[in-house]
Each structure stands twice: as C-alpha cells, then as structure tokens.
C-alpha cells in the first residue's frame, strides 16, 4: 500500500472514508478481497509472503500498511510487513499491549506505517520514529512518510477528497476510485528526496502510477465505506500492468 486517504466524520452518509491505492511490482501474486478462511478477516492476499495490505473483520477493526521509503535503512533479512495487518485484525489482546509490541518489533521490519483501530479510535504507528499519532477528525493522507506529510501526492489527493465530499450530496465508490486514477506526475522542485534517482522519484510522485519500465505500478484501488450503524462496505479495483481495469469485487459485512 502506498497512499491512502481518510476521511473522518466529514460526511453523514460515511463517519469513515478510506480509500487507498495498493503500489507493488506486477510480477508479485496476490488474490483479491475475500472472506479469509477460519479467520474473521477480510482482505485481499499477498501470495508470495501471505499478508494483506489493507484489512477489517467484520467487528469494525482496520488495518492498512504503507511502506516508508527510505533505500539506505533497508534490511534484506526483514520480516514481512504484511503480516502486521493480519496480526492486528486477529489479535484479542489489549490495545496497549498490541502497541508496546510494535514498539518492541519495529527493528525487526524495514520501516513502515501501521494504521489500525476502529472507526471511533484510528491511530497511526510511523516504525522509524516509534510515535503513534491518532487520527481526528478531518481529511488525512499516509504515503511512504508520516501521516499529512506535504508529498504532492498526498497533498493532490486530499484536496480532491476534501472537493468531491464537500460537492456530492451522495458519495459513491465508484467516483471515489476515479479520484485515486489521478496519474499526473508532480514537478520536480516539489518532489520529495527520499534517496532515489529522480527518475524513479517522478514516476512514483502520480497518485495512480504506471511504470512499465520499472515494472511496477498500482495494482488495485480500495474503498472503504463505514455506515452510522455500523455497516461496511469493501470495495476493490484491480488493475493489469497496462494499468487496465483487471477486476471489481465489492464485499459487505
């Protein structure tokens, strides 16, 4: 997962909006959202290290993972950060538990951001720093730094959130996937510099990217949709590597 947008009791019709794009190299497998066998997860499934991106159970819990670019910290012997979704949507243990564990693990992963709670209590783990940060009210973005750090894309995609939620009398999945389809490319005084060739740090700067030279690019769209009384909707996108749609699946719990 490499960007992701929330929206917190900005609308009546959704308390809670997320919507996210899932970036990853085309040649990785993975199968859509589905009802995880003898577990109440709900996710789609990482093939080759068997965690999930993004996530919830149909008691309401969340989970989502965006990685922090940072090449020079990157550990070959890393775990597998997928597995800190799974672990969070299944675990019955205490919240603060749950958090001193992150805190006590973190080296053992190359560094990343862990969104996870409920749609009253959502709260941000940033791996490098340590520091849990809650998410209140209002519009937010989590790219590959901390949450509403001013990256051109995080930027772009909460204007064009906060613009359709104050413009639409009904908000609908399917426009909030378009909105994640946005493939212009920031310039370049305003690129982030994360230690990557400038090259490469253009090509990832859209909102929905498609990098066939560097094989990799958005491979699906997520939306999820939180009713007042408790409803979820899980709305999934999937594209090819021509950034072509690929397939839809909608899940309601």
């Known amino acids: 997962?490499?960007?992701?947008?929330?929206?917190?009791?900005?609308?009546?019709?959704?308390?809670?909006?997320?919507?996210?794009?899932?970036?990853?190299?085309?040649?990785?497998?993975?199968?859509?959202?589905?009802?995880?066998?003898?577990?109440?997860?709900?996710?789609?499934?990482?093939?080759?290290?068997?965690?999930?991106?993004?996530?919830?159970?149909?008691?309401?819990?969340?989970?989502?993972l965006t990685n922090i670019r940072d090449p020079k910290s990157l550990k070959n012997n890393a775990q597998s950060r997928g597995e800190l979704v799974t672990s969070f949507l299944v675990c019955d243990q205490t919240l603060a538990i749950f958090k001193s564990q992150l805190q006590t693990s973190a080296a053992s992963y190359n560094g990343y951001n862990l969104l996870f709670g409920d749609k009253d209590n959502l709260q941000v783990f940033h791996s490098a720093t340590q520091r849990f940060t809650t998410v209140n009210a209002g519009i937010h973005g989590l790219s590959n730094a901390q949450l509403n750090s001013p990256w051109p894309k995080v930027t772009l995609g909460k204007q064009l959130l906060t613009d359709y939620l104050i413009n639409t009398r009904r908000v609908c999945a399917d426009e909030l996937v378009e909105l994640l389809r946005n493939n212009i490319q920031a310039p370049d005084q305003s690129l982030p510099d994360t230690g990557i060739p400038l090259t490469i740090e253009r090509a990832l700067s859209p909102l929905f990217i498609n990098s066939t030279e560097n094989n990799y690019g958005t491979r699906c769209t997520s939306v999820l949709l939180f009713s007042p009384t408790g409803g979820i909707s899980f709305h999934e996108v999937s594209y090819d590597a021509q950034g072509e749609v690929s397939g839809k699946k909608q899940i309601t719990l």
């Open 1 to 64: 997962m490499c960007v992701l947008f929330i929206a917190k009791n900005v609308s009546t019709q959704y308390p809670l909006i997320i919507i996210a794009n899932r970036d990853e190299f085309y040649q990785r497998p993975a199968k859509p959202i589905a009802h995880w066998q003898d577990s109440p997860i709900v996710a789609g499934l990482d093939l080759e290290a068997g965690g999930t991106w993004l996530g919830v159970t149909a008691a309401g819990k969340i989970s989502a």
